[in-house]
C-alpha cells in the first residue's frame, strides 16, 4: 500500500533558495517581467533580495532594511527609483527589447 503524503507536510517552496547565480536570477526576473505586473516586480526582486542578503542589498541601495521590506512586498507598488536602486545593488540591468510588428 503506498503511503499517502498530506498536504500540510509538505516543506513550503522558497523561490529565493534556488536563486542562485546570475543566470538564474536573469532567467527569473525576464519571466516576471514578461507577466507585466508591476506587484510580481516587487515580489521578485524581493525574492532575489532576499537570495543575495537583504541587510547588504538595503546597504548598496542607501534603503532601509526596514523600507526594503516593505517595497518589495507583493501588495506594493514601489516606485521606480527604488526599482531602479535596488536593480544596481543586486547587480542587475534592465533592457528593453522591441516587439515584432504585427501586420
Not at 523561490?15 to 525576464?30: K, M, R
Not at 507577466?35 to 516587487?42: Q, R, S, V, Y
Amino acid at each position: 500500500m503506498t503511503k499517502k503524503t498530506k498536504i500540510s507536510d509538505l516543506p513550503v517552496f522558497d523561490v529565493a533558495e534556488h536563486l542562485t547565480d546570475g543566470q538564474a536570477i536573469a532567467e527569473y526576473l525576464t519571466i516576471v517581467l514578461e507577466e507585466n505586473d508591476p506587484a510580481a516586480l516587487a515580489e521578485a526582486l524581493g525574492d532575489i533580495a532576499r537570495a543575495r542578503g537583504m541587510s547588504e542589498i538595503a546597504k548598496a541601495s542607501g534603503i532601509s532594511r526596514e523600507a526594503l521590506y516593505k517595497a518589495l512586498r507583493p501588495s506594493s507598488q514601489p516606485r521606480f527609483d527604488t526599482i531602479s536602486r535596488v536593480c544596481a545593488a543586486l547587480g542587475l540591468k534592465l533592457t528593453v527589447t522591441a516587439e515584432p510588428a504585427t501586420v
